[in-house]
């Protein structure tokens, strides 16, 4: 009796005899990635905090967010909420043991996810193009835009909208990883490995992308190491798990767009 | 033990609760950038709102996407109370500072 009530709210190991006991009605996968993300929403809002207080203490903070780039920004935003709905949808087919709808969901989610990555990206060059810029960003060809004289007057600007930006963009893009790896397993390799390869002879060298493409090699060297010195099959709760983090990922772009991005609207 | 059929019949049905969510956030993006588009209020007035506007779609998000509302009393409290905690103490460690500044003027 002891036995059955231990293992209605326990995970089998498929070791007879053995159970993990549930912690705060949970399994310990699902428990450690909530104290993640708790510490991560206080990064979050330590840089959120950061950009605020320079807001508020700066005079004449620049408002350089016309209708295209809200436009832009906004697009991104219900690419992200559509892709915390696939996202749900995957965990469901995950519970049901349907392999092949977790799939088509995830790589869903996915596609959600680059597309807010390469939209991101779009909006970053354009504003780098235009002269906003810092120091060891590599310079745009030709004349420099309406930003030089913002980057130079009030650099905290462009200080604080890329530290914060950058920040959650990594974080969007190790999410993309983490769920190909979750969904494809060692398949999702040479694809990170060619999408890696084609960025960086594609994206020009006066692009900050052609440097920071350099983050999947390192996605894939990681996703290596744990695939072959840890093959496993991702079962429903690896896929909750991953879940979880794509949609704080999600949270936090839900306070960056207004405060950033809305804040700061051209008229 | 969860019986995955027992477990996903339970959820399937309430699948649709996620698409009303999914949209009532949509509708709530809208209402955020057709306010800050045509500066509906005054900018601190402005960053209540967006503010205001933000908790209730992470509160959502946490709800019912991340699940936080289905799980136990005992985590919900946990992570809530923890997390907000914390911002309670980052915002009157930063803030008054931030005021103080403004009411030197400091250029």
Not at chain 1, 228 to 251: I, Q
Not at chain 2, 1 to 8: E, I, L, P, R, V
Not at chain 2, 87 to 106: K, Q, S, T, W
């Amino acid at each position: 009796m002891a036995n059955a009530a231990l293992e209605h709210g326990a995970v089998e190991h498929g070791l007879s005899g053995v159970y993990e006991a549930p912690l705060f009605g949970a399994y310990s996968k699902k428990v450690g990635m909530w104290l993640f993300l708790a510490s991560d929403s206080l990064t979050f809002g330590a840089l959120l905090f950061a950009f605020s207080y320079n807001r508020i203490s700066t005079q004449g903070w620049p408002t350089p967010f016309g209708k295209d780039s809200i436009a832009n920004a906004t697009i991104m935003t219900a690419c992200l909420l559509s892709s915390s709905l696939t996202m749900v949808l995957g965990v469901f087919a995950a519970q049901r043991r349907d392999r092949a709808w977790t799939r088509n969901w995830l790589l869903a989610t996915m596609v959600f996810g680059t597309a807010f990555i390469v939209l991101h990206g779009m909006e970053w060059s354009k504003l780098i193009s235009e002269g906003l810029t810092l120091p060891g960003f590599p310079k745009p060809a030709g004349q420099a835009g309406e930003f030089a004289a913002v980057s130079a007057a009030v650099p905290q600007f462009p200080a604080t909208f890329f530290g914060l930006t950058a920040m959650h963009m990594l974080h969007v893009t190790i999410g993309v990883i983490y769920l190909g790896v979750v969904a494809f397993r060692k398949w999702f390799l040479p694809v990170l490995g060619v999408i890696w390869i084609a960025g960086y002879f594609l994206i020009p060298s006066d692009n900050v992308f052609h440097y920071g493409i350099h983050a999947l090699g390192l996605g894939l060297l990681v996703s290596a190491v744990i695939l072959f010195l840890k093959p496993k099959d991702y079962d429903a709760h690896d896929v909750e798990v991953a879940g979880l983090y794509w949609h704080f990922v999600d949270l936090v772009w839900m306070f960056i767009f207004p405060l950033v991005y809305l804040m700061s609207t051209k008229i | 033990m969860h019986d995955a059929g027992t477990y996903a019949a339970t959820h399937d049905d309430s699948k649709g609760q996620y698409f009303w969510v999914w949209g009532w956030l949509l509708v709530l993006t809208a209402v955020e950038v057709v306010l800050a588009y045509r500066q509906v209020f005054q900018p601190v007035r402005m960053l209540e709102v967006l503010l205001v506007l933000s908790i209730v779609k992470s509160a959502l998000i946490i709800g019912y996407f991340m699940h936080l509302k289905f799980e136990t009393a005992l985590m919900r409290w946990m992570l809530v109370t923890a997390v907000v905690g914390c911002f309670i103490i980052m915002y009157f460690f930063f803030f008054p500072d931030a005021g103080r500044i403004l009411r030197l003027g400091v250029h």
